[in-house]
């Protein structure tokens, strides 16, 4: 396990802003040819919205990603038809192509909701297209710290996150000269290296605001066949957990409001 193992903390001022999961396959055409009317019956009482997109962006805070670190990495963008289903409220929707199913949540409570619905949704394609296996399972979770809402502008981040995270930020005489900064790290999170995370991270501007994102993304590339599914995940989400708390600070955690 690459980061140190912590207990779980719910935040009442939560800086996350979106999860993401994705599950990719060899390509099925009969996703392509023809609308995916029986799926959209599988999960339609909790997505009753469809949509086409001819190309998948993860809505809201993503775009920032793409904009400030240049590249989505490990989503994978369709080239043949996008389903989207939408939930009533519009904070989640499910992305279907011939390749990848995807399940993206703008207001993510907790874990065992959302693995209830991406189980619902993973059983929902199972039982409809029978993918031979899965190509690459992710799970990926895009926090951005916003100072200002949590009571602690001005605070300098070298008080706010992990000094073995932020390097050149923990630089007293530099910071306030700092403008740009934006990293990306992979490692190891299983003993055969099967699994992985891959952590990006800087400095991004939104309403004239300096915030900093920290995107987490676990994935692995092994074969995978569906059962394995729902273990891999829970391994993702603890992964991810410990990430997060690693990169406090206690005068940043506490402003998150730990429940």
């Known amino acids: 396990m690459a980061f140190p193992k912590s207990d779980r903390i719910i935040f009442a001022n939560n800086p996350l802003q979106q999860v993401i999961c994705q599950l990719q396959f060899p390509e099925i055409l009969k996703i392509a040819s023809e609308l995916p009317s029986n799926f959209q019956d599988r999960i339609r009482p909790q997505y009753p919205y469809y949509g086409e997109e001819k190309v998948h962006l993860p809505e809201g805070i993503s775009r920032v990603v793409v904009e400030q670190l240049s590249n989505i990495g490990s989503l994978k963008i369709p080239e043949g038809p996008n389903h989207k289903f939408t939930s009533e409220d519009k904070k989640k929707h499910v992305n279907l192509t011939q390749s990848f199913i995807a399940l993206t949540h703008n207001g993510y409570k907790s874990w065992e909701n959302f693995s209830e619905e991406m189980n619902l949704v993973a059983k929902a394609l199972d039982e409809e297209y029978k993918p031979n296996f899965y190509t690459r399972i992710g799970l990926r979770y895009i926090d951005i710290i916003e100072r200002e809402k949590i009571g602690l502008g001005g605070i300098a981040w070298s008080?706010?996150?992990n000094s073995a995270l932020i390097g050149l930020l923990g630089d007293t005489t530099l910071q306030t000269a700092l403008s740009r900064i934006n990293s990306e790290a992979e490692f190891d999170i299983s003993t055969e290296g099967i699994s992985k995370v891959r952590l990006r991270h800087g400095l991004i501007y939104r309403n004239n605001q300096e915030q900093y994102l920290i995107d987490t993304d676990c994935y692995t590339e092994e074969r995978s066949e569906f059962d394995a599914i729902p273990s891999?995940?829970?391994?993702?989400?603890?992964?991810?957990?410990?990430?997060?708390r690693w990169t406090l600070t206690p005068k940043l955690r506490d402003a998150l409001g730990p429940e």
């Open 159 to 161: 008080e706010l996150l």
């Open 232 to 244: 891999i995940l829970d391994s993702f989400n603890r992964t991810a957990g410990n990430l997060f």
